[in-house]
């Protein structure tokens, strides 16, 4: 065992940019030593969404960008020896798996090790009897039928995957700091109750967990808070040590930077209590954090704190919404605040003579629009200067697609109905998600883990 390890984030959410990985995986190379890579690639809705997928075509419900994320890199890793994990199983890891041992096998590698995780979907589980999470209390979920319910699953089984000799680790659920503190336990051999160490490792997947967010991502605000090359950001590196210093860093010759405000910005992100942030691992304390810039995007993390794993473990059910339709058309020049509106006007009277069962939203982008109230009608008063362009939105909720599209193609009828000089109409339907999180006893879990080669998954 090395005294050092890294792990390096490739991914921080599924429609991350896809040429990521390279130059995290150049880097570690370079640095060499052990060292790891994970994908976050899984929000609350996108297994959701990947559970529809699946029920479209069996085969399919993973991360779509899967092969294209991991092609470029996957020989370079298994050369050097950098374990790749991440949760692009999403609604079907058995299916993901399948299409990394394909292309292992189309780039010679019959012989690499591949885990899956299972144990996160608990459909099967009586809702009735569990426990809603208190800040999803006030949710309405409709009437809608049962989508997905995944609970978020610990660092345990990945882990055991790595003991089993896996190079690749495919997950659905997991809790995303679970994804960096898994190679490290493997590597360190750390105990699951050393509640300092874990907390550490687990500090450096929540730092890492959001990709480009560390690297000043979301904290670029041009003339306030600059960065440099945001186009060519790079992905974020944590170095943990075995006695536990941390220190964040990122891809070499990338944008970004790493400096400790926008670490502490990170630190703080879907913290509600920095004393007691919950993960399936750990109870983490934030409280007495401090950090020194080592310069030359390197900050190091200190006075990290930790505590028993809650007791109840998280679980996120998502219900079919219905549907969403959304229509769009722009109006320019001279008196286009007066020809949107009127055609925001024409809309809505539009739904109401043909008695569509939507609900609906109109929003003036470039007048009033994220600052608009859950109606939408705050584009009537506006009494501001006239923009020289205005994108008028229609967006209804519906029960049926044909609702919502209907609603949405009223849109393109204004095309040839008027206003005058509409144009660029684009109209669309989606199923919608809605969301509620339960509680539930560790017990009700089975979660454990299969490995085999590329050769015998690719049957």
């Known amino acids: 065992m090395t005294n050092l390890f890294r792990v390096g984030n490739c991914a921080g959410f599924s429609g991350d940019r896809v040429d990521a990985p390279g130059p995290v995986v150049d880097t570690l190379i370079e640095l060499g030593g052990p060292a790891a890579i994970f994908f976050e690639v899984l929000g609350e809705r996108t297994v959701a969404l990947a559970q529809l997928e699946k029920r479209r075509d069996p085969a399919r419900g993973y991360e779509p960008m899967l092969e294209r994320l991991l092609e470029p890199i996957l020989r370079r890793c298994v050369d050097h020896g950098i374990t790749i994990i991440g949760n692009f199983g999403a609604a079907n890891p058995p299916g993901a798996a399948k299409v990394i041992a394909k292309l292992a096998l189309r780039l010679g590698l019959p012989d690499l090790r591949i885990g899956v995780v299972h144990g996160d979907d608990v459909r099967n589980l009586d809702l009735a009897r569990l426990e809603v999470y208190e800040a999803d209390a006030m949710l309405d979920t409709g009437s809608g039928e049962i989508v997905s319910a995944n609970a978020y699953l610990s660092a345990k089984p990945i882990v055991e995957a790595l003991r089993k000799g896996a190079q690749v680790v495919v997950t659905g659920r997991t809790g995303d700091p679970s994804l960096a503190l898994a190679p490290l336990v493997h590597h360190f051999g750390w105990a699951w109750d050393d509640w300092e160490k874990i907390a550490i490792g687990s500090a450096a997947g929540h730092l890492l967990e959001c990709g480009a967010q560390v690297t000043g991502g979301y904290y670029y605000d041009p003339g306030y808070k600059d960065i440099p090359d945001p186009a060519n950001i790079g992905f974020p590196i944590a170095e ?177 109905c008027g206003p005058a000089g509409g144009g660029g109409v684009r109209w669309r339907t989606t199923p919608r998600i809605r969301t509620q999180s339960y509680l539930l006893a560790p017990e009700d879990l089975s979660p454990g883990c299969s490995v085999d080669t590329a050769a015998g998954i690719a049957q």
């Open 240 to 416: 943990v040590h075995a006695d536990g210093r941390l220190v964040i860093t990122k891809a070499a010759r990338t944008g970004g930077l790493v400096n400790p405000q926008v670490v502490k910005e990170q630190l703080l992100y879907e913290i509600h209590d920095p004393a007691c942030y919950l993960t399936p691992d750990v109870t983490l304390d934030f409280t007495g954090v401090t950090l020194k810039d080592l310069g030359a995007d390197r900050v190091q993390v200190s006075g990290i704190r930790g505590g028993p794993a809650p007791a109840k473990v998280k679980a996120t059910v998502c219900f079919d919404g219905g549907w969403l339709g959304e229509g769009e058309i722009s109006y320019a020049g001279p008196n286009c605040l007066a020809r949107a509106r009127a055609a925001a006007d024409v809309l809505l009277e539009r739904l109401r003579i043909r008695k569509l069962d939507v609900q609906p939203r109109v929003d003036l982008i470039g007048v009033t629009s994220v600052h608009d109230g859950d109606s939408g009608s705050r584009w009537r008063s506006f009494d501001g200067p006239e923009p020289r362009d205005i994108r008028v939105r229609l967006a209804v909720s519906a029960r049926t697609q044909d609702d919502a599209d209907q609603a949405a193609r009223e849109a393109l009828a204004l095309y040839c």
